[in-house]
């Protein structure tokens, strides 16, 4: 299974960017899939997750309101919508793979890995 995140990149405080986690692989929609971050000097945290049928969706409260997860599992692909973006938002953004379809917040609940994308926001 391989990831690949894009879609990063400079924005101003307010603004949106789109963020894209393609799929290599079988059965797809068998798993729970999710973003997490990091920023400079902090550690990785949990975004958002969204089960295999794209029928419940998980936020952190940071993001609640402001992001939104969905999956294409026709296409192998999974969306993060982030809105209003904030200068705390700056962050290595990773997509990854439940290792199964229950939900979790802990990366070490999570198998497969993306490589990254980087989004800043300006202030």
């Known amino acids: 299974v391989q990831l690949q995140a894009s879609g990063g990149g400079l924005v101003q405080a307010g603004g949106s960017l789109r963020l894209s986690c393609a799929a290599s692989?079988?059965?797809?929609?068998?798993?729970?899939m999710g973003w997490f971050r990091q920023a400079p000097g902090k550690e990785r945290e949990f975004v958002a997750a969204?089960?295999?049928?794209?029928?419940?969706?998980y936020y952190a409260d940071s993001v609640k309101g402001r992001f939104s997860i969905s999956r294409d599992n026709a296409k192998n692909t999974m969306y993060l919508q982030m809105n209003s973006l904030k200068p705390e938002d700056t962050a290595v953004y990773y997509c990854?793979?439940?290792?199964?379809?229950?939900?979790?917040?802990?990366?070490?609940?999570?198998?497969?890995w993306g490589q990254g994308t980087l989004v800043t926001v300006s202030s």
């Open positions: 969204i089960s295999g049928s794209a029928g419940r969706s």
């Open positions: 692989g079988r059965s797809f929609d068998n798993y729970l």
């Open positions: 990854a793979r439940g290792t199964s379809n229950w939900y979790s917040v802990s990366s070490s609940q999570y198998r497969y």
